[in-house]
DNA sequence: AAATTAAGTGTTATCGATAACCCAAAATTA
DNA sequence: TAATTTTGGGTTATCGATAACACTTAATTT
C-alpha cells in the first residue's frame, strides 16, 4: 500500500520511506503491474485504432496522428488492420471487447461495420468513426468532405475538356464511395453533362485485382478519355493496367484520384488528386475519443469534416 | 469455475450444463476479462511491435507481415513507433513493460537502443532484433543483407561509367548504414576506384531536413554524377532537394536507394533500388518470436538475412 | 495537562479469472 | 451387494494493485 502511494503519489508519505521505497524500487527493478492496475481501476489506459489498410498511407498517416495524441494523453495503442474485410473486423472487436480498451478509435469497413459498432455499444465502450459514416450509429465522427472533392476533381476534368469520364469506384456498402459518386454526378450536372453509368465501375477500395472493369471501359465503342479513381489504391491499379496496355497517362487518358501517397509519393508527384489531411484525422479522431472517456460532460454527437486539397500535378492534361 | 471450464475447454462438463452456461454467456453478453486472465496465467497474449517509422512503406509493410503472423497465432498486438527517436523509444519500453506483454519485435533505432533492449532482458521479456543489428546482444535477429545490397547498387553505377558517386547515409549509429558504406566502399575497391570521403554524407535515415550535405556535394569542383541514398525515405529527400535546384534525374544525376516504396512506388515506377523483403522481416521476426515464447526448447540464437532485389528502374543511366 | 487533530503507515476486501483441491452422486467393478 | 472408480461441479486461495478503513504517534488546540 506503502508503495502504491509513492507511485501514485497519493495520500500521505513521508519524505524518508518515501526515498527508501524510490530505492528499493530501483534495486529490485520494480515496475508496477498494469493488468493489477486495470483490474481494480477498471480502465486500462489503453486504446485501439482499426484501420482498414495498413499498407494505404491515408491511414498510415492517419495512425501517426492517432499515435501522437494517445502518447501525449498517457494511452497505449492496441493496433488492428481489418483489411476492408468484414470477418477481421469482428474477429478485432472481439479481440477489443475482452482486452477492455477504454475507447476505440474506429474506422470501418462498410455500412455492415453496423453491427461489429453496435457491439461496442452494447458494451458501453466509447469510440469515434473515422472516415466512414456508417447509417445507424449515432457517434463522434471524422470525415472527409468526399463529395466536395469529388465534384472538384470531376469538374477539373471538364474545363480540361473531358467529356467522357471514366469512374473507378469503391463498394458502394461505403459511404465515401456514396459520395464519391454523388460528387461525379453533380459535377456532370452542374456543367449540363448527362452521366452515362456504364462508364461507372464499382470495385474494392483495396485493391485492383479485377481488370476485367478497366477492359470493358476500354472496349467501349466511345471510350473515356479521362478516369477518376475513388482513392489512391484505386489509382496505383488504374495506372499500373493502363501502362500494361501500353497506354500513357496523361497523353491516352488523364488519370485523378482521392488521397495522396504520403512521402512515398513524393519521388515522382504525378498524379492530380484531392489529398486528405490524414494525420488530422487521426489527431482530431484521438482527441474527440480522449474527451469522450475523461470528460464528464456527454456532449451532443459531433461531427467534424476535414477539406481536401486539390493537387493538380501531372497525370492530367487538356483533351487533344 | 464451472464457467471457466466451458470457456477453457477443460475439465468435465456435461452437456446440459455446457448448454446452459453458453445460453447465459449468450443472454448477458458476457466477454472474459482479458486482464484478470492474464493475472493469473502470468501472460497476456499481447506482443509488441516497435517500429521506427510508421510512415515508410518499408515498415508499414513489416508491419503487415507480423500482424498476420501475430494474429495467426492468437496474440494481440501493441503497436509502438519511435520516430528513430531514443527517447521515444525507452518510453515505449517503459509502456511494454509495466504492460507485461509475452514479447517484443524490436526494430531499433540504433545501436544506443542496446540500452532499452537490456532492459527487456533484465526482466525476461524475449524479443527479436530486426533489421539492425545492436552490438552487444544476444538475441534471435531478422536482417537483411545491407552489405551486398549496397554494393550491387554502386557497381551498377559504376557499370554505367559513374567515378564520382555520392553516398547520403544513415547515422553511423546504425548498422545498417555501416554495412551499406562497407558495401560502397567494397564496390569501389573491386572496381579499381578510390574512395572520396568528401563524397559521403551522414545525415539520419528518417528524412531530409539539412540540406547542407546535398549542397556540400553540388558544389565540390569534382561533383558527383551519381547519388546513392542509404534508403528510400533519403532518397526522397535527395530527389525533391534535386528537383528544386533545377536538377533532372537521371539526366543530370543518377540516383539510387535502399528499400522501395510500396504500393504507393507502383505509380510511377521511377528509382533503381535495392528492395527487401519487407512482409517477409515482419513474418519470419514474428514467427521466431512466437516460437521463442511458446517452444520449450530453448535453440542457439537465429539470424536470418534477408537479400535484397536489385530493380533497375530510370532514375539511372550511362554518363554522358 | 487533557482533548483534539493531523501525519504516517498498516489491514482487509476487492477486481475477475484459474489452479488445486474437495466432495457428492452415479457408474462400474469385484 | 459392497467397494471402488468416474463424473460433474463446487470451494478456497491466488495473481498484483488499490479503496476504504483502522490504528499508532506526533503535533496542536483548548
Redesign the interface.
Known amino acids: 500500500m506503502t508503495v502504491s502511494r509513492v507511485i501514485n503519489n497519493t495520500g500521505r508519505i513521508s519524505e524518508a520511506t518515501r526515498k527508501r521505497v524510490r530505492k528499493v524500487m530501483e534495486d529490485l ?1 520494480y ?6 492496475r ?2 481494480v481501476l477498471q480502465k ?1 489506459k ?1 486504446l485501439s ?1 482499426l484501420i482498414t489498410d ?4 491515408f491511414y ?2 492517419l ?2 496522428g492517432a ?1 501522437d495524441a494517445a ?1 501525449r494523453a498517457g494511452y ?6 481489418s483489411d476492408e474485410d468484414y470477418a477481421k473486423e469482428k ?1 478485432y472487436v ?2 477489443i ?4 480498451v477504454d475507447g476505440v478509435l474506429f474506422a470501418p469497413t462498410g455500412d455492415h461495420s453496423v453491427e461489429n459498432l453496435g457491439q461496442l455499444q ?2 458501453n465502450i466509447p469510440f469515434v468513426v473515422l472516415d466512414r459514416e456508417i447509417p445507424g450509429i449515432e457517434a463522434d465522427v471524422v470525415l472527409g468532405d468526399s463529395k466536395e472533392g469529388a465534384r472538384k476533381l470531376v469538374e477539373h476534368l471538364i474545363g480540361l475538356g473531358h467529356h467522357r469520364i471514366a469512374m473507378i469506384n469503391g463498394s458502394q456498402d461505403v459511404s465515401t464511395a456514396r459520395l464519391r459518386y454523388t460528387g461525379y454526378c453533380e459535377a456532370h450536372l452542374l456543367s449540363g453533362l448527362s452521366i452515362d453509368d456504364t462508364l461507372v465501375a464499382h470495385l474494392n477500395y483495396r ?1 485492383f485485382h479485377d481488370e476485367s472493369a478497366l477492359d470493358a471501359l476500354l472496349n467501349l465503342a466511345d471510350p473515356p478519355t479521362a478516369i477518376f479513381a475513388a482513392n ?2 484505386l ?2 491499379g488504374v ?2 493496367s493502363l501502362r500494361q496496355r501500353g497506354l500513357q497517362v496523361p497523353d491516352d487518358l488523364s488519370v485523378v484520384c482521392f488521397d495522396d ?8 508527384p ?2 492530380t488528386l484531392a489529398s486528405q489531411p490524414a494525420y488530422q484525422f487521426g489527431l482530431l479522431g484521438m482527441q474527440l475519443l480522449i474527451e469522450r472517456i475523461e470528460g464528464e460532460a456527454v456532449h451532443e454527437n459531433r461531427k467534424i469534416i476535414l477539406p481536401s486539397e486539390m493537387i493538380i500535378r501531372a497525370s492530367t492534361q487538356a483533351l487533344k
Not at 495498413?54 to 498511407?57: E, L
Open positions: 527493478h515496475i508496477p503491474n498494469s493488468m493489477a486495470s483490474l486500462t489503453i485504432l495498413i499498407t494505404n498511407p498510415t498517416t495512425a501517426r499515435e502518447k497505449r495503442l492496441l493496433f488492428a488492420n474477429d472481439d479481440m471487447l475482452s482486452t477492455r452494447k458494451h485493391d489512391n489504391m489509382a496505383v495506372i499500373q501517397f504520403g512521402p512515398a509519393g513524393a519521388i515522382s504525378f498524379l
